[in-house]
């Protein structure tokens, strides 16, 4: 099946710093890519859908100047994390459907843990 | 709008024996279903997914699901449960003309030996 990765797998971070998380779909190319985060024992929160070669789209609630999104080519979306604070710890998780179309499954990174101290 | 409903946070059956893990849902069109398992510090990994056609889905690991139109459910099913299968398990859905999956909030799977 199809492979997406994300580095780091975890990152440790002092509070005011920003962190750049990578997703990259590794044998397909994927011209949208999904950013969710997921607290623990909790479901997964979609914050943003990545374009490739256009503006991500937020979810209502996301901050969109301090969650970064880049979709820069048709298999590398990124998550930059700015000025993070210990609240932004979280569980990240990116996605890319396989094809377009809503019948299309999802195929899920293995998630970065963020951790803000 | 689109939602999914998983009524249990956990669900605990012996190793051999079957087990359904429950999710409805709700859509204004027709759905798209999908379950997903996901393992500790892991991202999820796609089990199953109804499209259209029969209304029982075979899927990864003896998994299947069992679509239900009038009672508007989409239950995982196994017939015979490994420890192995020790899990989280989500449901999702995408109405037609949606672009993003809703997510139910899990339901985790305890197998004992």
């Known amino acids: 099946g199809a492979v997406v990765s994300q580095h780091p797998s975890w990152v440790i971070c002092k509070s005011g710093t920003s962190v750049k998380i990578e997703c990259r779909s590794l044998?397909?190319?994927?011209?949208?890519m999904f950013w969710y985060r997921q607290f623990p024992k909790q479901s997964l929160m979609l914050m943003a859908t990545?374009?490739?070669?256009?503006?991500?789209?937020?979810e209502q609630g996301v901050e969109k100047d301090k969650f970064l999104i880049n979709h820069a080519s048709l298999t590398l979306s990124t998550l930059t994390v700015t000025s993070a604070h210990p609240e932004d710890s979280s569980f990240y998780i990116c996605?890319?459907?396989?094809?377009?179309?809503?019948?299309?499954?999802?195929?899920f990174g293995p998630g970065t843990r963020l951790t803000v101290t | 709008a689109q939602s999914v409903a998983q009524p249990e946070d956990q669900v605990n059956v012996a190793e051999g024996n079957p087990l359904t893990v429950k999710c409805t849902y709700s859509?204004?069109?027709?759905?798209?279903l999908f379950w997903y398992v996901q393992y500790p510090n892991r991202g999820l990994q796609f089990l199953l997914k109804?499209?259209?056609?029969?209304?029982l889905v075979k899927g990864s690991y003896g998994f299947e699901a069992e679509f239900n139109k009038s009672q508007t459910s989409f239950h995982l099913k196994k017939p015979s449960a490994l420890v192995s299968d020790s899990a989280l398990y989500f449901c999702?859905?995408?109405?037609?003309?949606?672009?993003?999956?809703?997510f139910g909030k899990g339901t985790m799977l305890l197998v004992s030996p």
């Open positions: 996605s890319a459907p396989t094809g377009l179309g809503g019948q299309n499954e999802q195929y």
């Open positions: 044998d397909f190319q994927a011209t949208t």
């Open positions: 109804y499209i259209t056609g029969d209304n």
């Open positions: 990545s374009n490739e070669g256009s503006k991500a789209t937020y």
């Open positions: 859509v204004s069109g027709n759905p798209y």
């Open positions: 999702a859905v995408r109405d037609t003309g949606y672009s993003t999956l809703t």
